[in-house]
């Protein structure tokens, strides 16, 4: 990716990281669609030789051969029995029946995950600079187990089981599905697995923002990475024949608009179906289109398709408005005809034009790359959120990382827009998605592993989360882009990752397989439950008294049953309900005295650490404390947030906490 | 009618493996053929789960739940890139 070694801080603290033999240890793995190898960004210059740890292989298919794999890339392989027993055989003249990658998105996450350095990287001129994964010395292994149907449960189940053999550090998915149970969830279960031998399983939380409940892989074994953007931008500005002028956003690069203004009309006033204001496939009357710009409305069909139907119908131009389900939140797309996308409030204000004027035009003006955008980040509109479907009392998405217009390396069997009829060829492109938030906190995670190689997978995920931030340089909180409002604790978790503050986290919240097993006992599953999840017989102890409130997470959530009768608007009750929770911290700085603060978004809900100071007279040492939530009745669908903080004057260990009444 | 098999991902409990099996491999073979002769393996896996997936129909992934040492028989399910 071109900017966000730069706005995580990697580039200007390249010192504080590990040498290059360390880091040159760790091997992420990448459960995808596979990878296309000839990317300079699998060019090997400069790395030893494969770790000795290292058991994978690099199989060989459809225009893939042992010799793909090299320093960089060390591990490929391809999953896809249980994908031909559903749909068939593979047909091999649509896709690769081998590790490479013919749709892209694999490609992508890969390189952004650990990518070597590649200096040149642009997308048409857009987001041009230096292009390097967040662990640049890291070694890649990919396992394809996403194909043109769909990534099958029991191709990913092998995948994870071989990634397990092959020994990997870092295990990045990019993919979900569903809310089922922990022990349901193959994706969960083998992860499960894979934490148990010391690997960090990240995960995207999902694009089903900004709905609450909308968020998958949630497991407390997992990190759950949400989205935010950069502090970049590709501006594209609209002028209408009123004379006025609206922002929007383009990768657009190609044969420019004629310089006048042009015809200009609704997509839903040049078509004779009910949906034809989608711009969807053979829906726009192409005598009402022919040389104009078309306004579309976002939704049901892929963004640049609605381009390509607006170009096939003889329009010149679109103008791609979002609706109320995405807000303001503008993702650019490498459209094949000159497009931008612009707001629902822009979009609005464009259909009254329209409605309004008998003769309505427009242009488009396309402006390029801008960096320095504020505020910077904002959580992304798609970005899922929470609370927790299956277990409210852990909050997840656990942080947020950059998912919005990341560039990074691309398939060469594809267009950057993935359409048939794109023909065009990139070696990088621009995509958002949670998708691309996940491998960044991947990579980030395998220069923690580097730093700290005896850390768990729970540590190294504590030290990504406690450092986290949830607020400007300029003290003003992380906004929302689907509310323009201060996000909360359910959309961004800890903050957003802030990997040289992870380097050294002073304290840290720590789990074993132990504490997960007393965690499934407290979810009250029963022997066959834990066998299906942990591959062993373990049976609850009738006598002991296990909560989910005390696995040692490096985060808050209270679930209260809320007051019953009420309302949002008609307030809550008296008596207070009274939670505990309780934490165990590891000292993993220099000897110091650590005194708590808390914050507390309502009167409603008091927090109490007892004790108040923790003190450390060595490394590892271990001091536990124990929060109490006292909380007034509310009513259902409250929420109320707060934070808890550990400082020692040097190091500050963050926690959020969020309180749900429902 | 002519049930439609799907992927079932087959859970075992290990540790109900009888003696008489060598490797845990046979014993899940043995288990599979007890419930369907054309049925093979699409998948043993060693570290994530004790088990495998198979192509079954809805009736045959039904007797296997009754089999001895079978945790759980889990429909496949298609997951989505984010």
């Known amino acids: ?662 | 009618a002519v049930e439609e098999k799907r992927t079932y991902i087959v859970h075992m409990a290990k540790s109900e493996m009888p003696a008489r099996f060598e490797e845990h491999t046979y014993w899940y073979e043995s288990s599979l053929k007890s419930v369907s002769e054309s049925a093979e393996m699409l998948y043993t896996y060693n570290n994530v789960v004790h088990g495998f997936s198979t192509r079954l129909t809805p009736e045959e992934a039904r007797e296997m739940e009754t089999r001895p040492g079978i945790l759980l028989v889990l429909p496949e399910l298609r997951y989505q890139l984010h």
């Open chain 1, 1 to 662: 990716t071109t900017r966000t070694p730069s706005f995580l801080g990697l580039d200007q603290n390249a010192a504080m990281f590990p040498e290059s033999e360390t880091a040159s240890e760790v091997i992420v793995g990448v459960l995808d669609t596979g990878v296309w190898p000839e990317s300079p960004s699998f060019d090997d210059t400069g790395l030893g030789p494969v770790p000795s740890s290292w058991k994978g292989e690099c199989e060989v298919g459809t225009n893939f051969t042992k010799s793909h794999c090299n320093r960089k890339l060390i591990g490929a392989r391809y999953f896809a029995r249980g994908y031909e027993a559903t749909l068939g055989p593979i047909d091999e003249t649509k896709e690769s029946r081998s590790p490479r990658d013919d749709d892209g998105h694999g490609t992508h996450t890969s390189s952004t995950a650990a990518g070597s350095v590649v200096a040149g990287a642009n997308l048409f001129g857009y987001a041009a600079g230096t292009a390097r994964g967040m662990a640049p010395r890291a070694r890649v292994a990919v396992y394809k187990v996403c194909w043109l149907g769909g990534c099958f449960s029991s191709d990913i189940l092998a995948a994870l089981d071989k990634a397990i053999d092959d020994n990997v550090n870092v295990l990045s998915l990019s993919l979900g599905g569903g809310m089922s149970d922990y022990y349901r969830d193959s994706v969960a279960i083998g992860a499960f697995a894979a934490m148990e031998k010391g690997i960090l399983v990240s995960c995207s939380a999902g694009n089903a923002g900004p709905s609450a409940y909308s968020l998958s892989n949630v497991a407390p074994w997992l990190t759950t990475v949400g989205a935010g953007t950069l502090d970049r931008d590709f501006p594209a500005f609209v002028s209408l024949g009123n004379g006025k002028n609206f922002s929007g956003v383009s990768l657009y690069r190609g044969d420019s608009l004629p310089g006048k203004l042009l015809p200009f009309v609704y997509a839903g006033n040049a078509t004779n179906v009910t949906n034809g204001n989608l711009c969807m496939t053979d829906t726009l009357i192409p005598e009402k289109v022919k040389g104009k710009i078309v306004l579309c409305d976002r939704g049901v069909n892929p963004r640049v398709q609605k381009g390509s139907v607006v170009k096939a119908a003889g329009g010149l131009g679109m103008v791609l408005t979002n609706t109320a389900a995405n807000g303001e939140e503008l993702v650019a797309d490498a459209h094949l005809l000159p497009a931008t996308a612009v707001g629902q409030t822009t979009g609005e204000a464009m259909k009254k034009y329209l409605f309004s004027d008998p003769n309505p035009t427009a242009t488009i003006l396309f402006e390029g790359t801008k960096v320095g955008i504020e505020p910077s980040p904002v959580v992304a509109a798609f970005s899922s959120r929470g609370p927790n479907s299956i277990t409210p009392e852990i909050l997840k998405p656990d942080l947020i990382a950059p998912g919005v217009n990341i560039l990074a390396s691309w398939s060469g069997a594809v267009g950057p827009t993935g359409l048939a009829e794109d023909s065009r060829r990139v070696g990088f492109n621009i995509i958002s998605g949670t998708s691309m938030s996940c491998p960044h906190v991947s990579g980030l995670a395998a220069l923690l592993k580097a730093a700290h190689p005896d850390w768990s997978p729970a540590a190294i995920r504590s030290a990504l989360m406690t450092t986290a931030y949830t607020a400007y340089k300029n003290g003003k909180l992380l906004q929302d882009v689907s509310t323009g409002k201060p996000s909360t604790p359910f959309d961004h978790g800890a903050g957003h990752v802030d990997p040289v503050s992870a380097l050294n986290p002073g304290l840290v919240y720590d789990l074993n397989v132990d504490d997960y097993l007393n965690f499934l006992c407290a979810l009250n599953y029963t022997s066959a439950q834990i066998n299906n999840l942990a591959r062993r017989n373990f049976s609850c102890d009738a006598r002991k008294t296990y909560s989910v409130n005390d696995l040692n997470y490096p985060s808050f959530a209270v679930s209260l049953p809320a007051k019953m009768g009420t309302t949002a608007s008609s307030g809550g009750g008296t008596g207070s309900t009274v939670v505990k929770h309780a934490r165990t911290v590891t000292n993993a700085g220099p000897p110091g005295t650590y005194k708590v603060s808390v914050s507390s978004s309502s009167d409603s809900v008091k927090i109490s650490v007892e004790p108040g100071t923790l003190t450390f007279s060595q490394t590892n040492e271990k001091k536990s404390y124990t929060v109490t939530f006292s909380a007034t009745p509310m009513p259902p669908n409250t929420n109320e947030f707060g934070r808890i903080e550990w400082s020692d004057g040097k190091y500050v260990v963050g926690s959020p906490v969020a309180i749900s009444w429902t």
